[in-house]
């Protein structure tokens, strides 16, 4: 049997998707008993993409996907909450199932078109939309069923990994690393959703749907990216022995949820620090298991392609055997979790040149202890014991300007 699908989109993942049918059909094929044909691919512009011309038939209208009744599987690889969902709606509407890699809309309108999947007995699979090549959602969906997931960490933003590994290994600047990140097309077409840490939040959104069955939305949580980082605090940081990554953290306690995305300073020798440039990584921890630590390329044209590829094939297996119609996370969490700000860490804080015992008398009435405290040309900087965040959201308020604050992991 033949299976035809269609791509909105042949940008960085949608190409790498048209080249893993063409170059690994034989085992496609094979193992999941159908051949995969892409037969229309949405794109903008078509003479930007006429070198597609020859593998596929291009089209600006999205109607003639949606109105071909060959085509069973719509896959968007376009990016971007619009006209992403309107069209994502009417495929589902129409009764066609659906993959798409697209984690804003699915951190954003994921709740609405699960019910339109669900209504129209269509699939609506997204594993490419979390941590990029990582097949991290549907390991969460099957093999954490008899378990229960305490706590996720990790890097889940390839593009700020590699900005930050580029600028401390090659003293790039962070402009010119992150002009490279667009050209290997690990940024988004947009980066700022990168580099502000929201494409990361995103992703920690998803996780914790299949992680703890919750629903959490962006404004529910503090998301920090990199782009405010200074360079005074990347070397002070690196000569107190610590890396600096961006971290995705979300932490069960009861019925609790700590969740935050920030860039937190990392002891050069742990595990996390030592994953370079565009690699992600997640270490799970659960009742079970222990840690368990998932790593791999979270961007990039081929290893997106590939998790967009299995979701094509599981998909493809549904229809052969007419079971269409499920849910691809079917965890959902009756109590919700309140979120809290009281999980302790010791904190990297820099201050403008400050007196030291206005400095201590602060930190005394907040109850906040000092590990060490240095000063540096015109800043002071303080390594606190663990705190909590609300301990330091209080410093704020005291008037005093806290310039740089990051978690110690
Ligand atoms: N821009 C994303 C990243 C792509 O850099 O991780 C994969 O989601």
Do not use: W
Not at 344 to 371: R, V
């Amino acid at each position: 049997m033949t299976v035809k699908i269609a791509l909105l989109g042949l940008g960085t993942v949608g190409s790498g998707v048209l080249n893993i049918i063409k170059k690994n059909n034989g085992k496609i094929e094979q193992t999941s008993g159908q051949t995969i044909v892409v037969k229309k691919a949405l794109v903008r512009n078509l003479q930007k993409y006429q070198e597609f011309a020859e593998k596929v038939s291009l089209t600006t209208d999205f109607n003639e996907i949606l109105s071909d009744p060959e085509i069973k599987i719509v896959t968007d690889v376009m990016g971007g909450l619009h006209p992403a969902k309107e069209y994502i709606s009417e495929a589902l509407s129409a009764g066609k199932n659906v993959v798409t890699a697209n984690k804003d809309l699915m951190a954003v309108f994921g709740s609405e078109l699960i019910k339109l999947a669900q209504d129209n007995h269509c699939d609506l699979m997204y594993d490419a939309s979390a941590a990029g090549g990582i097949p991290i959602l549907r390991t969460l969906s099957d093999s954490y069923v008899g378990d229960h997931i305490l706590e996720i960490q990790g890097i889940v933003n390839g593009t700020t990994n590699y900005i930050l590994s580029q600028m401390d290994e090659k003293g790039l600047s962070y402009a010119a690393a992150l002009k490279r990140a667009q050209e290997l097309g690990f940024a988004e077409a947009y980066p700022t959703n990168d580099v502000t840490g929201k494409d990361a939040a995103y992703k920690m959104i998803l996780l914790c749907q299949f992680a703890f069955g919750v629903h959490i939305k962006l404004s529910d949580f503090s998301v920090q990216g990199i782009n405010h980082l200074q360079g005074f605090d990347l070397q002070q940081a690196k000569k107190l022995g610590y890396t600096i990554k961006l971290i995705g953290i979300a932490k069960k306690i009861a019925d609790q949820l700590f969740i935050e995305v920030a860039p937190c300073l990392l002891s050069n020798d742990a595990l996390m620090a030592n994953i370079k440039n565009e690699i992600n990584a997640l270490q799970i921890v659960s009742e079970n298991l222990g840690t368990a630590l998932l790593t791999g390329p979270g961007a990039g044209s081929i290893a997106t392609a590939n998790s967009v590829m299995n979701d094509i094939v599981s998909e493809v297996r549904n229809l052969a055997h007419k079971n269409t119609g499920q849910l691809f996370n079917r965890f959902s969490n009756e109590d919700s979790l309140d979120i809290t700000k009281d999980v302790k860490y010791p904190y990297y804080l820099s201050f403008a040149q400050e007196k030291i015992a206005h400095l201590s008398q602060i930190f005394d009435e907040l109850g906040i202890e000092i590990q060490e405290l240095k000063q540096i040309e015109d800043r002071t900087i303080v390594i606190t014991k663990a705190i909590t965040r609300r301990q330091l959201e209080k410093m704020t308020t005291t008037g005093v300007k806290i310039l740089a604050s990051y978690k110690i992991l």
